[in-house]
């Protein structure tokens, strides 16, 4: 009787011909999540199978599993041969702590297998009933639910959870996208839906040394690296966005401020995306968040590129979008005090409606070519 | 890297470290083994006890070692007095301030006296409330560590128990320790030292206790330092302690006065129409606080360490806590408190360093004001 862990996934059932394309990312991924964990990893018919792990490790793989983008459920599961008698041991020690009702469930893969799926099951049944004397049956409302699973290379699992993690596509398999993130509660959850429906991310920061300090930049660090998590590692490229906001505040009218700088990141985002071949660009705006977030600022913004700008949080309401930073945990970091952008640059009235004939009068008085050109000159890249 | 943020920490000093590295190698014993050797290591810690005691020529008190200044504080704020009355002032360390508000929060009467513009306590606000009122046990800082103004803790303790020989006073020394010549008087029932703001390890502080002043430990355990403060003793930090106090006792005043003539040339050389001074003339020479008016302290602070010199801050670009408490009490406003930053002087610090500092200062505050103000 071996430990092992069953992993199933979803959506790739869905897929045609394309099928063995997503199954070798999905296994490609789960390996290097557990690249360094002693297992075995073993693929079987829609699933796979980890085993020969040491005991201790069992909570170190399940948490790498619950950020793997494209795993549906996993069970923990006891394998043996297709022998009754050992298949019935299992599921007593599988059993031998529980209390309450339940039911077995058999599945024969293998045919050839007797007695058959409904003997087998009342035949567990009776044996359960008999060594644990806090069970009872009710195969309508159970509290738990004994599977056994008879697979045709001779082998059987059984046990009694199903677990749901992520589910999503593979990371890699809906291509690349570069991540504008700043140290907020938002940016980090566009980053981990993105992932989770399968595309790669790499990450910009735009850096105000020394408007705001190495903490903040930390804060970013950490954030990105929490992201990485779901995306099997992540890249960090940051900008240092000093000159801009100088040349902008110093130059254009107060009220453009936010609008002018987001106009900026965008084509610098767009700019490194070409560089490192990233085919969009991922925002954590959501609709009249903020002023830089209207629809008239964000046609100000997405107007300076050509490539397509995801926005996954763009109807989605605060408090949502807050329960999902706290489900990845990024939430207590984005709330620590260091701001991304010092509050100094921040105008006190910003345009809400930006009308973009003015702002793009307004954008003349710099050389944004030249702006461009330097911060893409100074990109630190940071792998995480 | 140019280092003037001595009031945070300090460099350990190297030699004490090796020093005690060899002591240690022999002397790790547990001081509470009853064989020789761990008596030998008990019979050291109290000649480490003597040596606070002897730099600050107490003849009425004990020491109890702790792991910090915090530890120090909380030790006497919640040790010495249950229930009653506390009193404090408005620019007292964040362990001490803390405690007051947890006080406060038991539904304790707590009150915290106001202070004047340099950040020394308003000492005519604390006698006129004494006479008022009843007190059972007051907390004051000897060198604000903000402003680094001076209360004369001495002459405060003194008339505050001609009022009410009951009352209890702790003073906050980890400021003062080391660096300003002082005799600790009777009147002073707890003293709270720290070892990493004079060249000591972190994870090591002392609270100076008068004999007969009751104490009840916050740790408790196999009785350490007479039951006061359970927890083996880190003697290899308080061999590193113990030295460098002796070093700093030694120049006390050689110390003073060069530091002095640092803060002098940094008061000085800057430029007055950029720069406000918070801190008076009669502050402790090792901290200068002062205000680029109109400006985020924050932001001079990450100028000045592009430039390799490492200052405190007083204020913070973040919404939440941007000001400091302390310099708010002393009264400013918030154009002045948005760009307090805190400059703090060691013996080590050079007056090549000092110039280098005020040029970068006054270079930076000038281009800053220039974008700001457009």
């Given at each position: 009787m071996k430990n092992a862990i069953i992993l199933r996934y979803c959506?790739?059932?869905?897929?045609?011909?394309n099928r063995g394309y997503f199954e070798k990312l999905l296994k490609e991924n789960v390996k290097k999540s557990l690249r360094g964990i002693n297992h075995t990893f073993n693929v079987m018919h829609s699933r796979y199978l980890i085993e020969?792990?040491?005991?201790?490790?069992y909570s170190l793989i399940t948490s790498k599993i619950e950020k793997i983008?494209?795993?549906h459920t996993y069970s923990r599961c006891y394998v043996v041969d297709n022998v009754l008698e050992e298949i019935v041991k299992a599921c007593i020690v599988l059993c031998s702590d529980k209390i309450g009702t339940f039911k077995v469930e058999t599945n024969r893969?293998?045919?050839?297998?007797?007695?058959n799926s409904v003997q087998t099951s009342a035949y567990i049944g009776g044996r359960l009933l008999e060594s644990n004397q806090s069970l009872s049956v009710d195969?309508?409302?159970?509290?738990f639910t004994v599977y056994v699973d008879i697979r045709e290379d001779g082998k059987t699992f059984v046990y009694t959870e199903l677990i749901h993690t992520l589910?999503?596509?593979?990371?890699g398999s809906a291509g690349k996208g570069l991540l504008l993130i700043?140290?907020?509660?938002?940016s980090p959850v566009a980053g981990y839906l993105t992932a989770k429906r399968g595309m790669k991310l790499d990450c910009l920061h735009f850096h105000s040394f020394p408007y705001t300090g190495e903490a903040a930049k930390e804060k970013v660090i950490e954030l990105t690296k929490m992201v990485g998590e779901y995306n099997g590692g992540i890249n960090l490229y940051v900008v240092s966005f000093t000159q801009i906001q100088e040349a902008i505040h110093e130059?254009?009218?107060?009220?453009f401020m936010i609008t002018l700088m987001r106009r900026f990141m965008m084509r610098i985002a767009e700019r490194l995306s070409k560089k490192i071949g990233s085919q969009a660009i991922i925002t954590g705006e959501s609709l009249?968040?903020?002023?830089?977030?209207t629809i008239e600022s964000i046609t100000s913004s997405n107007s300076v590129v050509t490539m397509p700008v995801l926005r996954?949080?763009?109807?989605?309401d605060k408090n949502d979008i807050i329960d999902i930073s706290r489900k990845i945990s990024t939430y207590e970091t984005s709330i620590?005090?260091?701001?991304?952008?010092?509050?100094?640059?921040?105008?006190?009235?910003?345009?809400?409606?930006?009308?973009l004939e003015k702002v793009i009068k307004a954008e003349q008085k710099l050389d944004v070519e030249e702006l461009i050109e330097q911060a893409m000159q100074n990109i630190e890249k940071i792998e995480l | 890297m140019i280092y003037f943020d001595n009031a945070a920490t300090t460099k350990p000093s190297l030699d004490a470290i090796e020093q005690a590295k060899n002591f240690y190698n022999e002397f790790?014993?547990?001081?509470?083994?009853?064989y020789r050797d761990g008596l030998n290591v008990s019979k050291y810690l109290k000649s480490a006890k003597d040596t606070i005691l002897n730099v600050l020529g107490a003849r009425q008190h004990d020491v109890i070692f702790t792991s910090c200044g915090s530890e120090s504080n909380n030790t006497a704020i919640f040790g010495a007095v249950k229930r009653g009355v506390f009193v404090t002032d408005k620019g007292e360390h964040a362990s001490v301030n803390s405690c007051f508000l947890e006080k406060k929060n038991n539904g304790e009467k707590v009150e915290f006296i106001d202070l004047l513009p340099d950040g020394s306590v308003d000492v005519n606000k604390l006698y006129d409330y004494a006479k008022n009122n009843r007190i059972d046990f007051v907390s004051l800082i000897?060198?604000?560590?903000?402003?680094?103004a001076i209360n004369d803790v001495n002459k405060i303790s003194e008339h505050l128990k001609k009022l009410n020989s009951k009352i209890l006073i702790h003073v906050d020394g980890v400021q003062a320790f080391g660096k300003i010549a002082f005799s600790l008087s009777d009147s002073i029932d707890y003293y709270s030292i720290s070892a990493h703001k004079i060249n000591g390890l972190k994870g090591v502080g002392a609270l100076i206790k008068r004999k007969n002043s009751k104490l009840s430990p916050l740790i408790l355990g196999g009785g350490q330092e007479n039951g006061l403060r359970s927890g083996t003793e880190n003697v290899f930090g308080i061999k590193v302690f113990d030295l460098v106090t002796k070093e700093h006792y030694y120049n006390i005043k050689n110390n003073f006065e060069y530091v002095q003539t640092l803060n002098n040339t940094v008061r000085n050389g800057l430029d007055k129409e950029l720069f406000n001074i918070i801190?008076?003339?009669?502050?402790?020479?090792y901290i200068l606080s002062i205000s680029a008016v109109g400006l985020r302290g924050e932001v001079i602070m990450h100028s000045l360490e592009e430039k390799g010199i490492l200052v405190g801050n007083?204020?913070?670009?973040?919404?939440?806590?941007?000001?400091s408490r302390v310099i708010e009490a002393c009264g400013y406003d918030n154009n002045v408190l948005d760009g307090v930053i805190r400059i703090s002087f060691s013996q080590d610090n050079t007056a090549q360093e000092a110039e280098y500092l005020i040029n970068s200062l006054n270079e930076i505050a000038r281009k800053l004001k220039g974008i700001m103000t457009k």
């Open positions: 959506e790739i059932h869905l897929k045609g011909k020969d792990f040491e005991d201790s490790d983008a494209g795993i893969a293998d045919k050839t297998f007797e007695p195969v309508r409302n159970p509290d589910s999503g596509m593979p990371v700043s140290g907020g509660i938002d130059n254009c009218p107060e009220e009249g968040q903020v002023a830089s977030q996954p949080l763009i109807m989605f620590l005090p260091y701001e991304d952008c010092c509050t100094v640059f921040l105008p006190k009235f910003p345009a809400i409606k930006p009308n | 790790y014993f547990n001081p509470s083994a009853l000897h060198v604000n560590n903000e402003t680094g801190s008076s003339d009669n502050c402790s020479p007083g204020s913070a670009c973040s919404s939440k806590n941007r000001f």
